[in-house]
């Protein structure tokens, strides 16, 4: 089966662009989680979403972060202007309700982003 | 809040060592508990989990136990290997969905 698939691996972009990431879920999972990872910080929530709605989305920076998920097969991360200080590795991890406890979360290879 | 809270590394070993990485966590509730793993340049994957307390999760030779008396799943090894170098982060989940990560513990193996 595959497993959550991001693009692109790799983004060097210039301070103001906007960048785009984007994650295919695995098919049948009904959550989807967009996590930021850098040094400093460690890995922190951004948002997450439930069968497409989002539930949560403190953990978004701040409104230059905006997140979707227009079907249940894709999700995008949009940063815009882009600066510096948003240089990290972004993953999209998802997960599924099975009625019992435990829900493990299968991460993609992640977005390395980097702003000049 | 939740949290979790896992020693700083990095941790060097000699292969063959006996491994621990202590976490600690506090969460209202009862949470579930997990290990993960990232090797570099990869995602985090699940190494092993325990849902209740006295559960025992085990992977590739390594275990935690879920400690409700002390809030903690330390993770174990007996006998460390060089391909189990990577960064190994505790992580909760609460019946709220999220899932709480500590900071992580890289791990060197020497052979």
């Known amino acids: 089966d595959a497993g959550v698939i991001q693009s692109p691996r790799h983004e060097v972009t210039e301070m103001g662009q906007e960048v785009t990431l984007r994650c295919k879920p695995i098919?049948?999972?009904?959550?989807l989680f967009w996590y930021r990872q850098t040094m400093m910080r460690g890995l922190e929530l951004l948002i997450y979403?439930?069968?497409?709605?989002?539930?949560?989305d403190s953990g978004m920076p701040e409104d230059r972060f905006s997140a979707k998920m227009p079907n249940a097969s894709f999700s995008t991360l949009k940063i815009q202007p882009s600066e510096p200080r948003d240089s990290a590795v972004y993953f999209c991890?998802?997960?599924?309700?099975?009625?019992?406890?435990?829900?493990?979360?299968?991460f993609g290879e992640g977005s390395r982003l980097t702003v000049l | 809040g939740d949290s979790v809270t896992q020693m700083e590394g990095p941790v060097t070993l000699s292969e063959e060592a006996f491994l621990t990485i202590n976490c600690t966590y506090t969460?209202?509730?009862?949470?579930?508990l997990f290990w993960y793993v990232q090797y570099p340049g990869e995602g985090l994957q699940l190494l092993l989990k325990?849902?209740?307390?006295?559960d025992k999760g085990s992977n590739k030779g390594f275990e935690a136990t879920y400690r409700k008396e002390t809030t903690s799943f330390h993770l174990e090894k007996g006998s460390v290997q060089v391909s189990d170098s990577a960064v190994y982060f505790c992580a909760l989940k609460t019946g709220g969905f999220k899932t709480i990560f500590g900071a992580g513990t890289r791990l060197f193996v020497k052979a």
């Open positions: 098919s049948g999972h009904d959550y």
């Open positions: 991890a998802s997960s599924y309700t099975d009625g019992r406890r435990g829900g493990e979360l299968f």
């Open positions: 325990a849902t209740k307390a006295d």
């Open positions: 969460a209202t509730g009862y949470p579930s």
């Open positions: 979403f439930n069968n497409n709605v989002p539930i949560d």
